[in-house]
């Protein structure tokens, strides 16, 4: 999994509520899904015409924003389904911060698994960074520090985020939940070779006599 220690770009402004998961990754696009190529389709019911150009309304459509790598959006992102699919297309765009007041919790969840940094602020904040990366803004630069916990906005202003220890060490060395399992490999072996010599019967499953 990709690294996250800092982060700076372009913060695209998305702040219609309730977002869900089916917004962002069509069911009918699911198929043939895949973290190389979902990308294709995010956002599409927002992004895409009837006719299938562009919408150019859309603000990852608009020229300031197509290489934004932070999302600052509405209250209740990622709400509906359990969709991965939604996390692997919104990093296919290049996305690798997602600010909100509250997000669907699965979503949340998948975005760690995928080294993308979902972080929660009060609505206050959250509509104040909005208005930074609003469109008169053009093109500035947020900056997100991982090891810090940190936001500093094209203002210069800094705002502190909280994120889990556990969180923060998968994010900063690139681990997703079995990689952070694993970074305990040789104490787990440890503790299988210990049970095995107490409790010999429960390894016996499976063997024929």
């Not at 690798?96 to 509250?102: D, K, L, P, T, Y």
């Not at 469109?135 to 991982?146: E, L, M, P, S, Y």
């Not at 936001?151 to 985020?161: A, D, K, M, V, Y």
């Not at 305990?184 to 006599?209: M, N, T």
Request: net charge negative; hydrophobic share 35%; aromatic share 8%.
């Amino acid at each position: 999994m990709d690294k996250l220690q800092t982060l700076q770009g372009v913060a695209a402004p998305l702040m219609r509520p309730n977002i869900d998961t089916d917004i962002i990754t069509p069911a009918g696009r699911l198929m043939d899904a895949s973290p190389e190529t979902m990308h294709q389709f995010t956002f599409e019911p927002l992004r895409f015409l009837p006719d299938g150009g562009e919408n150019p309304d859309f603000v990852l459509n608009q020229p300031a924003y197509r290489g934004a790598v932070i999302l600052v959006t509405g209250p209740n992102f990622g709400c509906g389904s359990s969709r991965e699919t939604a996390v692997w297309g919104i990093k296919g765009l290049g996305i690798r911060c997602v600010i909100g007041e509250s997000f669907g919790d699965i979503f949340f969840n998948n975005c760690f698994q995928n080294s993308v940094l979902p972080i929660r602020l009060p609505a206050e904040q959250v509509a104040e960074l909005a208005a930074e990366a609003g469109a008169d803004q053009g093109n500035r630069q947020f900056t997100i520090d991982v090891a810090a916990r940190t936001i500093t906005t094209p203002s210069g202003r800094e705002l502190p985020f909280e994120l889990p220890d556990d969180r923060q060490e998968a994010l900063l060395e690139g681990l997703d939940d079995i990689g952070q399992t694993m970074k305990h490999d040789g104490a787990i072996g440890e503790f299988q070779e210990r049970d095995r010599q107490a409790r010999p019967w429960i390894y016996l499953s499976g063997q024929q006599s």
